[in-house]
């Protein structure tokens, strides 16, 4: 016996025209809508908790810093202690260190400051103990510098200095998207290693890190340095990009966006279920 055929269903619009009415979605889409829902929400809220302990990090990264830069100065890490020399340990560490500058083997850095461009002088400080530091010496307006060597200068009884500055992390490779030339004596970054390399200081008795000169170092060191002009320092820049608060509520917006979307998913089916039961009541 055959089946009678099914009627479609319409409602009125408000036009006179007739508007089917909206199909239900499958079970298995309505499952698969949830769990990606579910996904996103556990994903950006594991993302916006991320960028909290980010945040956490960095403020302590800051605190400490600041603390390091403001304190009074220690000795300057010697050699027993250049293996457990780190970022996170000694950068920006208020130290003194005391010897006699190498000025014939001084290298002019391209640097950029609040001054204008120029380049950073990097002279080796040599301790009584025989090992080497590098200090920048501060900044100069012009690039390349000029180098003078003096013999008098270099002289194993000549003059001891005192520095006093905040110790910094070799920097390898280059920088202003350029790679140093020390073959050409083109320097765009502080790389402690190749520049000793490049000045033939023995590897092993040169520290692993080097120390940006305060002003006062500067001024002071600078009557019996042979450049043309005399360096500026305690031009180091010291500040963090912290942009995880933002990073963090912008993941938690979308945490609930995702939540919210599957909220009015589920709504929806619920408004289309309501709708098809009623208009089979009336039918």
């Known amino acids: 016996m055959s089946q009678p055929p099914r009627k479609c269903v319409t409602q ?19 499952i698969f809508l949830a ?13 916006g908790t991320w960028q909290v302990y980010r945040l956490q990090w960095k403020l302590a990264l800051i605190a400490r810093v600041d603390a390091r830069v403001h304190a009074e100065p220690v ?30 083997k001084t290298t002019a850095v391209q640097a950029s400051t609040d001054l204008g461009s120029g380049s950073w002088l990097l002279t080796p400080l040599q301790t009584a103990d025989g090992d080497l530091v590098l200090v920048n ?6 690039a390349p510098i000029k180098l003078i060597a003096s013999t008098a200068q ?15 992390m070799s920097e390898r490779g280059g920088g202003f998207l350029r790679s140093n030339e020390p073959q050409q004596n083109r320097w765009y970054s502080r790389d402690v290693q190749a520049i000793a390399d490049a000045r033939g200081l023995a590897p092993e008795r040169v520290a ?11 001024q002071a060191n600078a009557a019996g340095a042979p450049d043309a002009e005399k360096p500026v320092g305690g031009l180091t ?14 993941w938690y917006a979308l945490a609930l966006m995702a939540a919210g979307a599957g909220y009015w998913v589920v709504r929806d089916e619920r408004r289309r279920a309501r709708r098809g039961h009623n208009d089979d009541q009336r039918n």
């Open 12 to 30: 009125g619009n408000g036009t006179g025209r007739a508007q089917a009415a909206p199909a239900s979605r499958s079970k298995a889409s309505l």
């Open 35 to 47: 769990l990606c829902a579910g996904f996103l929400f556990l994903a950006f809220a594991a993302l």
């Open 75 to 104: 000795p300057a890490p010697g050699h027993a202690q250049w293996p457990q020399v780190s970022p996170d340990a000694d950068e920006y560490r208020r130290v003194s260190l005391r010897g006699r500058f190498l000025y014939a």
């Open 137 to 142: 010496r501060g900044f100069v307006a012009t």
């Open 154 to 168: 270099d002289d194993p009884d000549g003059p001891q200095v005192e520095v006093v500055g905040l110790v910094r």
């Open 208 to 218: 692993p890190y080097f120390v940006d000169a305060d002003r006062a170092s500067s």
């Open 237 to 250: 820049v010291i500040a963090f990009h912290n942009s995880h608060l933002v990073y963090a509520l912008t």
